[in-house]
């Protein structure tokens, strides 16, 4: 049964410094790493997916990721307090496989 | 870009009732997914969809719980009798999962806010 840990729970940074939030998660047959923010009240979006090993860039978003070692991550560059939401990391086998979510990180960067 | 829609936005009804709620997914998209969500926690897995079968459920989908699609119609999710326990968001959800990894994408409607008296 797959178990995704995010940490920390919640985060508080000022406006400019980078953030950075964990994803562990349990079953090493998985193949989706993606990372998904929901801002309150509204429906949760994907920001950024990764399949293979390694690192990948959007615009203030990197996506790091190590299945050798169950872990990914999130890096916000120059934190914005529009970037304030709950981040969910999410995982699948892929193929119809469900999608696992973490709990969330709650992150609120202040101006 | 691509929209779910889901319908009602809202619901409440007693205890015991039965209730539908309904989900237009993205019309090319070929898995759908029910997940619960309670106020501002973690989004549970409910229940996946696909080529008209389930093929994935949570122990959270209990024996009151159905879902179906009758020709590409909504994807509906029935609970009968509802417990004030089911009182949460439920969001759907659709991906197309044929091709490269963006196809993998989850696109999640509004969410419908259940409340069970």
């Known amino acids: 049964q797959q178990k995704v840990q995010q940490s920390p729970e919640s985060l508080i940074v000022p406006e400019g410094a980078m953030t950075s939030l964990n994803c562990t998660f349990s079953?090493?047959?998985?193949?989706?790493f993606a990372w998904y923010r929901q801002h309150s009240g509204k429906a949760p979006k994907a920001l950024m997916s990764i399949f293979s090993n390694g690192e990948k860039e959007e615009g203030r978003f990197t996506i790091h990721l190590n299945k050798a070692s169950l872990h990914f991550s999130l890096h916000i560059r120059d934190s914005q307090p529009s970037d304030s939401a709950l981040y969910l990391c999410a995982v699948s086998r892929a193929g119809g496989y469900k999608v696992v979510f973490g709990s969330g990180t709650r992150l609120l960067v202040s101006p | 870009g691509p929209k779910v829609l889901q319908i009602p936005s809202h619901q409440i009804i007693d205890m015991g009732q039965m209730v539908t709620l309904n989900c237009d997914p993205v019309s090319n998209h070929l898995y759908f997914y029910w997940y619960k969500q309670i106020l501002g926690q973690q989004m549970e897995f409910l229940v996946n969809f696909y080529n008209g079968k389930v093929m994935e459920k949570s122990k959270l989908f209990k024996d009151q719980f159905s879902v179906e699609r009758p020709d590409g119609s909504y994807f509906t999710l029935k609970i009968q009798p509802t417990a004030l326990e089911d009182s949460a968001v439920y969001f759907c959800?659709?991906?197309?999962?044929?091709?490269?990894?963006?196809?993998?994408?989850?696109?999640f409607g509004p969410g419908t806010r259940l409340t069970v008296l």
């Open positions: 959800a659709s991906s197309l999962e044929l091709g490269g990894p963006s196809s993998y994408e989850q696109y």
């Open positions: 079953d090493s047959a998985s193949q989706y």
